[in-house]
């Protein structure tokens, strides 16, 4: 009776933030298989350790919390092994096949730029970014002080701002504007 | 200036994601996992333990504080705090023994025995009590008279003399007069006579016994023989090894008295055998502590006194005394640096082991951390 309940609880969750979590995941992850296996991890841990979830506090930080500490697990743990599992052997295993496929997709340039940042500021850019959150929410949800979001996001920006691929984009997705001091 | 273009990045970051076409069965599956894992577990202990109750853990870094602080509080009391002096006779510990110099604490209420070390130079006594075994025996009921009485106490002693030119000869004779006037004599003799030919001086040893009670007076007038650079007198008191001597020895004497009454109405050979064995034993053991008794009625019954005799001239390990304020404020300098240091090193044994007391509640408070935090990543 109870676990209907809950399983009743998960699908709200999930109609309300399946989508914008899963997005949020390949983004930062790249490839559409890790976000949709990180998502559903980060769901099912979600919703087996709901009684963490401290009454009253934002249900949204939380759940972005769960999302980017999955992917972040994934980018330090599994990705890289596969990676070099793969320049090893060669394997031409279904993952590989939908990894390059992935990869092939990141056509969009600022796709490109974001998967050459180091995974810590493609996190705080896309949570800032996409996720529309604010400086103080990401930095509940990677758990840090919201100066070092701050810092954080200036150099991403930065570099976003250096990146060859969007730069050499006319008019560029991303681009300074000089402004005169006045 | 330059800024950045938030808007576009914005807005190109949603086009890319909506690109990201969300699969239509990827909610079921998650529903299905879901029914088929068990339920919820709710927050780990240590987890909970650690976010929720921050003032059970502000209390368990206070009391880990409190026992660093006591770590090093405690050693550095117990070395500072009490004051120690050096003795420099025997303070008797057990049976048969005799206690090699040490260092105990000072009690003022002990009137019975003690040491004394005065060193007349520096214009210092100090009277250090010994402790003894039977101190505490003694009670409250026995009376101060009877106790006093019964009291077998050890007296030793040693006395640096140095006298004037050609007193050395006249010195020792005098130092021996002291001992036969009062009972007593002289143990031995020691002494090497110095001419002006050969630019030496006369210096030598006696040893001096008298009976106990004349001990203090010996002692006085051998101080005013010549110039004391040094007096050491200690007294133990031996009373309940001696009582408890005495004691065994009758104990065993009527055991002997039981044996001999059993041997005269066995009439087997094997019996009476048996029984003068047994009787040979104690016998051997009685005359092992009365020869243990005698000695120690020797040692209380006469006190020893050594004399160790110099002519003016003949240098004794003199003390330095500091010949002007310049002088003397280097030569306290020094004993500053040398105490200054003596106290690092006293320090450095708590010090460290604070230290490691310390690096050991970090180690396991970063322990404690890393599965709590590794355990929270577990669980988002």
């Given at each position: 009776m109870s676990d209907a309940v809950d399983v009743d609880e998960l699908r709200m969750w999930l109609e309300d933030g399946y989508a914008s979590s899963v997005r949020t995941a390949y983004l930062i992850l790249g490839n559409r298989p890790d976000a949709e296996d990180a998502v559903q991890e980060s769901f099912l841990r979600a919703w087996k350790f709901r009684d963490s979830l401290v009454t009253g506090s934002s249900f949204k930080p939380w759940l972005y919390r769960v999302v980017v500490n999955t992917c972040n697990s994934k980018l330090r743990k599994e990705i890289p092994h596969r990676h070099r599992r793969r320049s090893d052997d060669e394997l031409d295993d279904v993952a590989v096949i939908e990894d390059r496929i992935a990869q092939v997709a990141l056509t969009n340039d600022v796709m490109t730029a974001l998967k050459d940042l180091p995974a810590h500021l493609r996190i705080v850019i896309v949570l800032r970014y996409y996720a529309d959150l604010s400086e103080h929410d990401i930095a509940s949800v990677i758990g840090r002080q919201p100066g070092t979001v701050k810092s954080r996001l200036n150099e991403a920006r930065r570099r976003l701002a250096l990146h060859p691929a969007l730069r050499s984009e006319a008019p560029s997705p991303i681009n300074f504007r000089k402004e005169s001091q006045s | 200036m330059t800024t950045f273009d938030e808007e576009k990045l914005q807005r190109d970051l949603r086009e890319a994601a909506e690109e990201f076409v969300v699969s239509a069965g990827a909610m079921d599956r998650i529903l299905d996992e879901a029914r088929y894992s068990p339920g919820s577990e709710g927050p780990p202990r240590l987890r909970s333990f650690v976010e929720r109750t921050g003032r059970v853990r502000s209390s368990v870094m206070a009391a880990a504080a409190c026992v660093v602080v006591l770590a090093i509080a405690v050693p550095l009391f117990n070395s500072e705090g009490t004051p120690r002096v050096e003795v420099h006779a025997n303070a008797f510990k057990a049976l048969n023994t005799r206690s090699a110099p040490t260092a105990i604490p000072a009690a003022p209420n002990s009137q019975l025995q003690g040491t004394v070390v005065t060193n007349t130079s520096a214009g210092l006594t100090v009277v250090v009590p010994t402790s003894s075994k039977t101190a505490g025996k003694s009670g409250a009921n026995a009376s101060k008279a009877s106790l006093v009485s019964s009291l077998r106490v050890e007296e030793v002693g040693t006395i640096q003399l140095t006298v004037g030119g050609q007193k050395f000869q006249s010195t020792l004779t005098q130092l021996t007069e002291f001992a036969t006037t009062d009972g007593g004599f002289v143990a031995s003799t020691q002494s090497h006579i110095g001419t002006k030919a050969s630019h030496t001086f006369s210096n030598g040893t006696i040893v001096l016994q008298v009976p106990e009670r004349s001990f203090t007076m010996l002692v006085d007038q051998v101080r005013h023989a010549g110039f004391a650079t040094s007096v050491v007198t200690s007294a133990n008191d031996v009373t309940g090894q001696y009582v408890d001597l005495q004691a065994r020895i009758g104990a065993l004497q009527v055991s002997r008295t039981q044996y001999l009454r059993i041997m005269s109405r066995t009439n087997s050979i094997g019996g009476i055998l048996s029984v003068q064995q047994q009787l040979d034993s104690i016998q051997s053991q009685i005359e092992q502590l009365q020869a243990q008794l005698n000695l120690l009625n020797s040692e209380t019954t006469y006190a020893t006194l050594t004399v160790s005799l110099s002519e003016i001239?003949?240098?004794?390990?003199p003390p330095k005394h500091p010949a002007n304020g310049i002088d003397k404020a280097w030569h306290e300098s020094l004993h500053g640096f040398a105490a200054g240091f003596e106290w690092l090193i006293r320090i450095a044994g708590p010090l460290l082991f604070a230290l490691l007391l310390l690096a050991a509640l970090v180690a396991l408070g970063r322990l404690v951390w890393r599965a709590t935090e590794r355990r929270r990543s577990r669980v988002n």
């Open positions: - | 001239g003949h240098v004794v390990n």
